[in-house]
């Protein structure tokens, strides 16, 4: 009797570590495997980041944010980092990014590749992302602006491997 008494408290601990561990997922933070090139040299292939889901609930994205984003056209998240903000006009040229006719600076990019675009103005609602890795980034120069409810999550952590584990910079 004293053994199947034991059992049924450990499913009803199972059972609500399950559903816990699925709100955390929902609604709160996930892990994320990277895949691709299109962040480097910030984030690479195969790195495992933490996703944390509730920031967009309570405000809108910032440019520099890292998010992850899902299109119906993606099998898969694509993780890019938000450039242009809604009601800006965005252009690309001479190797540089305009936001409203100013250069962007872009810290986090060394030795930056890329190929003239626009000018073109971000609708409300929507951001545009791009890669850190222009030349090998998939973004809102081949699919548009996304609209903000597109955005999953913010890239906040790096958890592996070892030697990248910290905050994620804008």
Not at 6 to 26: P, Q, R
Not at 149 to 155: E, F, H, N, V
């Amino acid at each position: 009797m004293r053994t199947i008494k034991s059992l049924i408290e450990m499913a009803g601990i199972f059972v609500k570590t399950a559903v816990i561990a699925g709100f955390i997922v929902l609604f709160i933070a996930q892990v994320t495997v990277v895949n691709g090139h299109s962040m480097e040299p910030n984030i690479h292939p195969e790195q495992r980041i933490v996703v944390e889901k509730i920031s967009y609930q309570f405000y809108e994205p910032q440019r520099g944010d890292v998010v992850v984003i899902e299109l119906p056209d993606s099998e898969i998240p694509l993780i890019k980092r938000v450039i242009g903000l809604e009601r800006e006009m965005i252009e690309i040229r001479d190797n540089q990014v305009y936001i409203d006719g100013r250069i962007l600076d872009e810290t986090y990019l060394t030795n930056i590749q890329q190929a003239d675009y626009g000018p073109m103005a971000v609708p409300v609602e929507h951001v545009f992302v791009m890669g850190d890795n222009r030349p090998y980034s998939r973004d809102s120069r081949a699919f548009g602006p996304v609209d903000i409810y597109r955005i999953t999550g913010r890239a906040w952590f790096s958890m592996w491997p070892v030697d990248e584990l910290g905050a994620i910079d804008k």
